[in-house]
DNA sequence: CTAACTTTGCGTATCAAAAACGCAAAGAAT
DNA sequence: ATTCTTTGCGTTTTTGATACGCAAAGTTAG
């Protein structure tokens, strides 16, 4: 016990949402508490803001740590501020939530040897503390930005076809689009390169293989471009 | 000193953006600050939190116990925690914007007795700490809610008439709109109930007054409505 | 090898909403 | 009475959203 103050003062930590897209489904990843309290429940990766970080480090350097995730596309998503969210004491948690391409990281489902594994968004293990209510925070949210802001590579991998991107965005806004408007609508924002390159080993009519231009979004973008779906 | 913890905690705040609307332009609610550090220079009113009130608490109180402003409408906006943003040591802010009727409030250009005053937002006296930042974040955040939104009526009077709102739509996105089209815009969501009222001793013709229907508002958000301006 | 089938890629027709604008009535100022 | 500004209610034009037709690519089945 060394550190003290004149006043007391709330924990702070922070908690990130990881979404990622398997080919249909939309995953959140999560880790088994080791610790009381809610031990071996499963819970958001996150943790306790070092004195000598950011925020936003804090909760890079706690999803590294507890995942092994790191580079990836992160944003803060809204502060949960409640005076009984957390059992040991006063806790303010500041969440966030990243996308990444979930091939890049565990197999799906997760493994013995891990602690951390991806659940589908739509069967969920119960939840430790106010995670539950982060979540849908964090799904409202991913909902708003794919429709004006093209997060949705980030889910992918860099080269995708044209259906996957769409099973995607039906996914995550879950709702369908008609394939050919969704097709000419994302192609006419310019935004996307169509490779000379095709999927291989495919059962009937092989489609073109397309990447993210990140350039010409972000002139885009800076002319006041709109990205909506 | 009383207070001691296993780790060291940064302090946590809040501070809160209060904009305002006098008919013309858009304001902003700012308090000369008594004390160091940054003695009597602007910043938003703020302080920090208690360990028995939630983080939302704190930001009404301390909004009330500095300006008097009470009741408003309030959001939280974004957490600051940069490890230099306050030179008295680690200090997090929970940052929040609210909107008032700031006809309800000040005088325009605050009083001598008082060190809380409005300033119109494009002329802006130098800001404490990392607060002129705080502020681009929450004038971001108006003109994109403003859009789906129904805030601009916490603005405004009970009563006003369509070219008040019209101007504080202009206000806020920073742009024109043609008179008779926002109008049936506006009027065909709706959410306005036109008065049988007008507007007295007014140059020329007296236009009718309206006011927003909460009611009718909330029936058609939950069947999926939008306020797209 | 041919026919059937699925997916892709590109097009047009139809419908709804956004933007531009015309015009006369209300009502004060001259 | 005439002029002037603002209001209130429309129509026309343009743009974008949605629905859907159809043939080519390429695999599968007979």
Known sequence: MAFEYEFPRP?????????GF????????????GIEPYINVYAFPGGFVHIDE???????RELY??????DVYMEQLYTFGDIDRDPRGRVVTVAYYALVRSTDY??????????????KINELPPLAFDHKKILETAK???????????IGFEL???????????????????RKFDRRN?????????????????????????????????????????EGFNFEI
């Not at 924990?11 to 979404?19: E, K, N, R, S």
């Not at 398997?22 to 990843?29: Q, T």
């Not at 197999?107 to 659940?119: C, R």
């Not at 000419?184 to 990447?211: C, F, H, W």
């Open 140 to 150: 409202q949210r991913i909902q708003n930005q794919i429709r004006y802001r093209p």
């Open 22 to 33: 398997d080919g249909s489904e939309l995953n959140v990843l999560l880790v088994k508490r």
């Open 11 to 19: 924990a702070l930590a922070t908690d990130c949402v990881v979404f």
């Open 54 to 60: 950011t925020v936003d480090e804090c909760a890079r």
């Open 156 to 174: 992918l991998d860099q080269k995708f076809t044209m259906t996957q991107l769409q099973t995607l965005y039906e996914a995550v806004l879950e």
């Open 106 to 119: 565990f197999p799906h489902g997760g493994t013995d040897a891990s602690q951390a594994g991806w659940f």
């Open 182 to 222: 969704f097709s000419s609508k994302i192609l006419k924002t310019g935004v996307l390169d169509i490779l000379d390159e095709k999927v291989q080993n495919v059962a009937y009519r092989a489609p073109r293989l397309m990447s993210f231009n990140r350039e010409r979004y972000l002139q885009l973008t800076q």
């Open 65 to 70: 740590e507890e995942t092994g995730v790191k």
